[in-house]
C-alpha cells in the first residue's frame, strides 16, 4: 500500500490520526533536544515586507476588556490565517497581540497544517483574571480547529486544545465561562455522529469532556455559542437537523448522575419559514430567564414568506416561543442574522450581513415585546459592509462592532455609534499591504545589478478589491543587494483572466533581458500562467496553463538553455494529472509538453514541486515528490531535444511510517545542484537513518550512482528539508532545515528553522545560524523561513535569499548572509602614535568567527553585535604616515568584504554643502572643508568652483590650515545670472600635499 493510501486510509481501518502522531512521539520520532552551539552567520535585513494586521472581521466582534481597550479577532490576514488585535475604543493604539502561523505541507505533503489553528471566527472571552480565550475554526494539527488563550499583551499564547474530528471540528463559536469555571462551547462537526458535539473544558486545557455529541433529530451543525441561566443551565441553538431540519433550541441541565454530567432536551423545532430557520448566533438571556436570538433565514413579513430572518423569544417558564420580528417588513429593511443581539433596558441591538439601501447591512433596535423597530445605520459600503458581529456596548453607552467588507480597502473595519443610531464613526479600517507580502523561495540576480523576486500576497487595493481577489495575488519586485531601491514592478490579479496570481519562485533573466516566470495559479484556466516582464515593455502572459499540458506549478524557477527555450514543470495536469515537463519559446510559442508524469502505477514518478536543473550535458533533471516504485518520490532525467529519452534515475525507499527510518529517504521536495564533474545534490524531507528519520543529502553521480551522504539528526525534530541546495564558491552546500514545532498536544505556534552547511562528502555539517522565534505580532530581527528556500550566491561571495516570514514588519525579507563593512572609527591616526589604537569596523552581517584583515593580515577580532566588530591596531602599524586597508573575512563562507581606506599621518579633505542663498550681490554657496584625515592639512585653498558652468567670483580663496579632526566654513559667491532652480556644483581645491574636490546637486533660489 502507498503512503499516502495508508495515511488516508487511517480512519476507515479504525485508527485515528492522533494515534499516528502518538505512535509517533512514542517512537521518539518527534523528540527534542537543543541545538549545537555554532558559530553565527545572522542574516541583515535588506527589505522588510508587512502583512496586512489582519483583514474581514467575521464573527470575531470586539469585546471591551477589563482594562477598557477593545479585543477582537480578524479571520484573514497576516500570514492568511487571522490575528488577534487590540485598540482604544477611540481607534488609537491599534496593536496585533497574536499571528496564526502560516501553514504547511502535511507530513506526506497532501493537505496543510500547523499548530495553532486558523480563520479565527467568533469573539473572544475574557476571564477575571483578564486571561482572553478563543476558538480557531481550521488547519491545526488535524485540521479540525483550536482552542487557545493568552494574556492581554498578547504574551502567554497557548493551544488549550487541538480538535481530532472524533471529540468535535470547526467550532465556530465563541466559548463561556460557566458558574462552575469550565469552558463550554460547540463545534459544528465531528463528534460521533459528524453533526457537532457540545463539550467542556478547563482553563488550563488539562481537562476536556465531550458533554453531548449531535445526531439530526435532536439538532445539527451548531455554530452558536451557549448561554447559561442562573441555575447553571446551558441553552443554545443548531443551525439544521431537528424535526425540520431548520434548526433547534436545546437546553443542558447538569445532572451528576448523567454519564456526562448533563441532561440533553430539545426544546423547539424551528418550523421554516413562519419562526425563521438556520438559528447560527448565540441567544442572550433577560432577567426574567426570557432567550432572544436570530435566525439568517425564513420568516413571515406582512403576512408573505420573506426569508430573511427573524428575531425570536423563547420563555423556559412557559415553553413559548414567539416570532418578535420577521425582517423584510419595511422598506431598505435587512435581512439574513449570523450574529447575536445586545440586550440594554428593554432594547435589543443587532446588525443584518444584508440589506438597506445599498444592501450592505443595517443596525437595529427592536424592543423585547417586539415594538419600537428601527432602522439605526445603513452601511453604504465606504463606511463598511455586511457585519456578522456581536455589537459591544460600552459603558458610554456607545456601540462598538465590525463590519467584513467595505472600508477604505473593502477589507472591513471597525466602527462605533450611539445606542440612538447617531455619531456613527469609523475607528479603524483593515488594510492590505500594497508592496507585497509572504515572499517565497528566493530571488534572482539581474545584469542592472538588482535583486528580482516575487511574493505570493499582497497588491494594488486603491480600488477596493475584496479579499480573496488581490491579497493573495502578489507582486514582482526589485532591490538592490544593499536594501535600496525597492520598488514593485508589477501586482498580479486574481481577478483579471490575462494576469496570474500566487508566484512561489522568483523569475530568471532571459538571454534578451526580459524576465521570466510562472504562477501557481490564474490565467485564462485558472490554473497558472507562465509570464513576461521587460522594463520597456512591461508585463505579458506569454502562457495560460490548461489541464492537458499542466497546471499549478509550485516553487519552480525556470531555466533557459543557449537557444533561448525556456523550460519548467507543473505539479499537476498533462495526461495523468500527475504533473509535467513543458518547455515554451520566450515569445510563448512553439509550447510544448515534454513529459507527462503517470505516477507509481506506470512506474513514473509524480507532482514535481521544484523545477528543472539545465545540466551540463544539456539534460533535464529534476525530482519528484511522489511516484517511483514506493510512492516516495524519483529523481529524473528527460532529453529536452529528444522527449522520449526519459529515465528514473532513482525511486526513494518505503516507509512504514511517516518519519520513519528508510536507507535512502524519501519525499524530494526541493530540487537539484549540479557539481563541475556533474555529480548531482539533493535534499529529502522524510526517511533516511537519522534518529528523527528527517531527510537525506543524496548524491547521483554521472554513471547513475545513487548514495546517501547525510542522514539529518541534528538538531533531533527538524522535520523538513525542503530546500534546494546551493553549492557556494567555497564548495559547501547551503540550505535552510524547518522545524514547525514539536509539541503536538499543546503546541506553542513557535517556529523554529535552521541555516546550515554540509560539503559534497556529508561531512562537516553545522548549523550557521538559528532564526529567532517571532514576536507575538508576527515580527523579529532576522526573519523566519517556513517553506521552500532556494539561497543564491553573488560576486560578492555573500549568499541571497528571502523569509517567508518575520522581519521587522512581519510579512518576510529579503536576507544577505555574509559581512558586508560600511566605516571605521576612527578612520585615521596620527603617525607615530605611542600607544596601541582601538578600532571599531561598522557594518552588517558580522559573524562569530569573521576576522578584521589589516592590510591583508588577520587581527584578534571582537564581536560586539553583529554590526560591529572590535580590533586593537599594534602601535608599530601606526609608525609612519600612509594608509591601511581594512577588510572583514568570514571564514565559514570564505569571503572578504570591500576594503576600506585608513588613513595615517596624512590629512584628507571632505566638503559639505550648508546652504544656497540669494541677494543682490549674487547666489552664495556656503560649505564646509572637514579634515577627516590623521594630519593638518596646510595652506588649503579653493582653486576654482563653477555652478551651471559659471564660474565663483571669489576664487581662489584660501581657507588656511585645518587641523585634524576639525573644519573651516567657507562661502562661495556667483553672478546673479545663476538661474534658479537644481544646479550643478563643481569645486576643487589644494593643500600642501594634496588636492581634493566634489561634485553637489544643490537648489538655487
Known amino acids: 500500500m502507498r503512503l499516502r493510501e495508508w495515511i488516508r486510509r487511517f480512519p476507515s481501518r479504525g485508527i485515528s490520526l492522533v494515534g499516528v502522531y502518538g505512535l509517533l512521539v512514542v517512537l521518539g520520532l518527534l523528540g527534542s533536544r537543543a541545538a549545537q552551539g555554532t558559530p553565527d552567520e ?28 477593545l479585543y477582537g479577532v480578524t479571520t484573514l490576514g497576516g500570514y492568511g490565517q487571522g490575528v488577534i488585535y487590540r485598540m482604544n475604543p477611540d481607534g488609537s493604539n491599534f496593536q496585533v497581540l497574536h ?182 448566533a448565540p441567544m442572550v438571556i433577560d432577567a426574567n430567564g426570557v432567550l432572544y436570538g436570530t435566525t439568517v433565514i425564513g420568516g413571515m413579513a406582512n403576512g408573505s414568506p420573506s426569508n430573511n430572518g427573524v428575531v425570536f423569544s423563547y420563555d423556559p417558564s412557559s415553553a413559548t416561543f414567539s416570532v418578535l420580528y420577521s425582517f423584510g417588513s419595511v422598506a431598505n429593511d435587512g435581512q439574513y442574522l449570523y450574529t447575536a443581539l445586545v440586550l440594554q433596558n428593554g432594547t435589543l441591538y443587532g446588525v443584518t450581513y444584508q440589506g438597506g439601501a445599498s444592501n450592505d447591512g443595517i443596525v437595529f433596535s427592536l424592543a423585547t415585546d417586539g415594538s419600537h423597530y428601527q432602522i439605526l445605520h445603513t452601511f453604504s459600503g465606504k463606511d463598511g459592509a455586511n457585519p456578522e458581529c456581536v455589537l459591544a456596548l460600552g459603558s458610554n453607552n456607545l456601540l462598538y462592532g465590525t463590519t467584513t467588507q467595505g472600508g477604505s480597502e473593502n477589507q472591513g473595519e471597525v466602527f462605533q ?99 521570466y516566470g510562472v504562477t501557481y495559479n490564474g490565467g485564462l484556466q485558472g490554473i497558472g500562467t507562465v509570464y513576461r516582464w521587460s522594463p520597456t515593455t512591461g508585463f505579458s502572459l506569454i502562457h495560460s496553463f490548461g489541464p492537458n499540458d499542466g497546471g499549478n506549478p509550485e516553487y519552480v524557477k525556470l531555466v533557459q538553455d543557449a537557444n533561448g527555450v525556456l523550460y519548467g514543470t507543473c505539479s499537476g495536469g498533462g495526461q495523468y494529472g500527475l504533473g509535467t515537463v513543458f518547455s515554451v519559446n520566450p515569445d510563448g510559442s512553439n509550447y510544448q509538453v515534454l513529459h507527462s508524469f503517470g505516477g507509481s502505477a506506470n512506474g513514473d514518478g509524480a507532482n514535481p514541486y521544484s523545477g528543472v536543473l539545465l545540466g551540463k550535458d544539456g539534460m533535464l533533471y529534476g525530482t519528484t515528490l511522489y511516484g517511483g516504485t514506493n510512492d516516495t518520490g524519483t529523481v529524473y532525467r528527460l532529453d529536452p531535444k529528444n522527449p522520449n529519452n526519459y529515465q528514473i534515475l532513482h525511486s526513494f525507499g518505503a ?14 521536495y526541493g530540487g537539484l545542484v549540479q557539481d563541475a564533474k556533474g555529480n548531482l545534490y539533493g535534499f ?55 522545524l514547525p514545532d514539536t509539541n503536538l498536544w499543546q503546541p506553542t505556534a513557535q517556529m523554529k528553522a535552521y541555516l546550515f552547511q554540509i560539503d559534497t562528502s556529508g561531512n562537516n555539517y553545522q548549523i550557521l545560524h538559528t532564526f529567532s522565534t517571532p514576536n507575538p505580532d508576527g515580527t523579529n530581527v532576522d526573519g523566519l523561513p517556513f517553506a521552500a528556500t532556494q539561497l543564491i550566491q553573488l560576486s560578492d561571495g555573500d549568499l541571497y535569499g528571502v523569509t517567508q516570514a518575520g522581519g521587522l514588519l512581519g510579512g518576510g525579507a529579503v536576507i544577505r548572509i555574509g559581512p558586508a563593512v560600511s566605516s571605521l572609527s576612527p578612520n585615521h591616526s596620527a603617525a607615530g602614535v605611542s600607544s596601541d589604537l582601538s578600532l571599531t569596523v561598522v557594518g552588517s552581517g558580522f559573524g562569530t568567527n569573521d576576522q578584521v584583515l589589516w592590510n591583508g593580515q588577520a587581527l584578534p577580532t571582537t564581536q560586539i553585535d553583529s554590526n560591529h566588530l572590535q580590533v586593537t591596531v599594534p602601535k608599530s602599524s601606526l609608525s609612519t604616515s600612509g594608509s591601511a586597508l581594512v577588510q572583514v573575512y568570514d571564514p565559514i563562507l570564505q569571503v572578504t568584504t570591500q576594503s576600506l581606506v585608513f588613513l595615517i599621518g596624512q590629512a584628507a579633505l571632505q ?57 573651516s566654513t567657507v562661502t562661495l559667491s556667483f553672478p546673479t545670472s545663476v538661474s534658479s532652480g537644481v544646479a550643478l556644483l563643481s569645486v576643487k581645491g589644494t593643500y600642501t600635499g594634496g588636492s581634493f574636490g566634489g561634485s553637489f546637486r544643490v537648489k538655487v533660489p
Open 42 to 69: 545572522p542574516p541583515v535585513l535588506l527589505h522588510n515586507f508587512s502583512f496586512a494586521q489582519g483583514l474581514q472581521p467575521y464573527n470575531g466582534s470586539p469585546i471591551l476588556g477589563k482594562d477598557g481597550m
Open 99 to 280: 499571528v496564526f502561523e502560516p501553514t504547511f505541507l502535511n507530513l506526506d505533503g497532501l493537505e496543510s497544517f500547523n499548530y495553532d489553528g486558523a480563520y479565527p471566527q467568533a469573539t473572544l472571552m475574557q476571564g477575571p483574571d483578564g486571561t482572553l480565550y478563543g476558538t480557531a475554526i481550521g488547519i491545526g494539527v488535524f485540521n479540525a480547529g483550536s482552542i487557545f488563550k493568552l494574556n492581554p499583551d498578547g504574551s502567554g499564547y497557548q493551544i488549550l486544545h487541538t480538535f481530532v474530528y472524533s471529540d468535535g471540528a470547526g467550532p465556530w463559536a465563541a466559548l463561556i465561562l460557566g458558574s462552575d469555571g469550565y469552558l463550554y462551547g460547540t463545534t459544528a462537526f465531528g463528534g460521533a455522529n459528524g453533526d457537532g458535539v457540545v463539550f467542556q473544558l478547563s482553563t488550563d486545557g488539562s481537562v476536556y469532556n465531550d458533554i453531548h455529541d449531535f445526531g439530526g433529530s435532536d439538532g445539527n451543525g451548531p455554530r452558536a455559542a451557549l448561554v447559561q441561566d442562573g441555575n447553571g443551565n446551558l441553552w443554545g441553538t443548531t443551525v439544521a437537523g431537528g424535526a425540520n431540519d431548520a434548526g433547534v433550541i436545546f437546553e443542558l441541565t447538569p445532572d451528576s448522575n448523567a454519564s456526562t454530567g448533563f441532561d440533553f432536551t430539545k426544546v423547539h423545532d424551528f418550523n421554516y419559514p413562519a419562526d425563521g430557520a438556520q438559528p447560527t
Open 417 to 515: 455609534m450611539d445606542t440612538a443610531g447617531n455619531n456613527f464613526s469609523v475607528l479603524h479600517n483593515f488594510t492590505i499591504p500594497s508592496d507585497g507580502t509572504l515572499p517565497y523561495t528566493g530571488v534572482t540576480e539581474g545584469t542592472d545589478g538588482f535583486l528580482y523576486g516575487t511574493t505570493a500576497a499582497g497588491a494594488d487595493t486603491s480600488a477596493g478589491s475584496s479579499f480573496g481577489g488581490d491579497y493573495f495575488s502578489g507582486v514582482l519586485y526589485r532591490v538592490k543587494p544593499d536594501g535600496s531601491q525597492f520598488q514593485v514592478l508589477h501586482r498580479f490579479d486574481s481577478t483579471n483572466p490575462n494576469d496570474g496570481y500566487e508566484p512561489f519562485a522568483p523569475p530568471i533573466q532571459g538571454k534578451d533581458g526580459a524576465f
Open 655 to 668: 516507509l512504514m511510517i511517516l518519519y520513519s527510518q528508510d536507507t535512502d529517504g524519501a519525499l524530494p
Open 684 to 738: 529529502t524531507r522524510d526517511g533516511g537513518m537519522g534518529t528523527n528519520a528527517s531527510g537525506v543529502l543524496y548524491k547521483i553521480d554521472p554513471s547513475g550512482t545513487f548514495s546517501v551522504l547525510y542522514n539529518f539528526d541534528t538538531p533531533a525534530g527538524v522535520l523538513y528539508q525542503d530546500s534546494t541546495p546551493l553549492l557556494a564558491k567555497n564548495g559547501m552546500l547551503y540550505g535552510i532545515s524547518i
Open 911 to 967: 566638503m559639505k554643502v550648508v546652504s544656497v542663498t540669494r541677494d543682490s550681490g549674487g547666489v552664495h554657496v556656503t560649505l564646509t572643508v572637514a579634515n577627516t584625515g590623521g594630519a593638518d592639512a596646510k595652506n588649503v585653498t579653493i582653486s576654482s568652483a563653477g555652478l551651471n558652468a559659471l564660474s565663483s567670483t571669489n576664487v581662489p580663496l584660501s581657507v588656511g590650515t585645518v587641523g585634524a579632526g576639525s573644519s
